[in-house]
């Protein structure tokens, strides 16, 4: 079964997630790897959003961490002070999954400005939450495509702290957990090499030469001593995450007239008929 880059890193991704963890996610492709674990190998994973939902359980991929998605399907909904004080500082999440527009060899993640922070070419999102996640959750895996842009030498600014320059950087920042441990991409998989803390390939997905990941990088990379080559995904992943991916596709857009029309016709309606004119 054919199958594109996309699909072959989210279902990789979501292997490395086990039943017993509680995971924080990040919207987008994070969030469409760890639901796809949850619709498969994982059906137990508790999946936490900054929100405060926990074990919430999206029949759709949430548009942020706002979409009502998410409480409706969520086990309970907490205070945004009370997951950040209690279940994140408090050691209680497992693995935090995150993306970002920029990383490093030691795993260091960019939201925040592209290009001199004072007078940047680009200003991104922001960390939102991501700065925390990186420093309190157990471990972290990280999920982007793979392009000189993104995986550059050195960051232009650090958002979510990875292992700074190399070893020991985490402790000396008072940082007790184990920081980013693998990347998923759309060619490879890298590892933190515990020597130096610098990522390096360990497996290499279906048709990638290695030139390719070195073009695609913004630093000599490294490859293990022995590197895999990553299983293709099953039948069972794909259907799977082709029925999120549809059903997630249909959802939004049935969203996207009703929206239109009640911001059209916002000021028409008498407040008694509001909730008459469009749900959801």
């Not at 990941?213 to 490859?223: A, D, L, P």
Request: proline share 5%.
């Amino acid at each position: 079964m054919q199958y594109n880059s996309t699909e072959l890193m989210t279902v990789v991704a979501s292997r490395i997630l086990k039943n017993s963890d509680v995971c924080f996610v990040g919207i987008g492709l994070p969030s469409a790897a760890c639901n796809l674990a949850r619709l498969t190998h994982a059906p137990d994973i508790t999946l936490i959003y900054e929100s405060g939902t926990i074990q919430t359980k999206p029949d759709v991929l949430p548009l942020s961490i706002g979409d009502g998605e998410l409480c409706e399907t969520a086990l309970t909904t907490v205070s945004v002070p009370e997951m950040f004080s209690y279940w994140l500082q408090g050691g209680r999440i497992t693995v935090g999954f995150l993306g970002g527009a920029q990383i490093d060899k030691f795993g260091n993640i960019n939201t925040t400005v592209v290009g001199d922070y004072h007078k940047p070419k680009v200003r991104l999102p922001g960390g939102g939450g991501a700065p925390e996640i990186a420093a309190f959750c157990h471990t972290i895996y990280v999920i982007m495509k793979q392009s000189p842009r993104a995986f550059v030498d050195k960051v232009d600014f650090i958002t979510s702290f990875g292992h700074g320059d190399g070893p020991g950087q985490r402790k000396a920042m008072g940082l007790n957990t184990s920081g980013p441990s693998k990347i998923i991409t759309d060619l490879c998989i890298m590892e933190t090499e515990e020597a130096t803390g610098e990522f390096i390939v360990t497996s290499i997905h279906p048709g990638v030469a290695r030139e390719t990941i070195q073009e695609n990088t913004g630093w000599k990379i490294r490859f293990a001593g022995e590197v895999a080559t990553t299983d293709a995904p099953t039948l069972q992943e794909l259907e799977a995450l082709r029925v999120l991916n549809e059903k997630t596709k249909m959802a939004h857009q049935a969203k996207i007239p009703c929206r239109k029309f009640l911001f059209a016709r916002l000021s028409a309606v008498p407040s008694d008929a509001m909730g008459g004119v469009c749900q959801g």
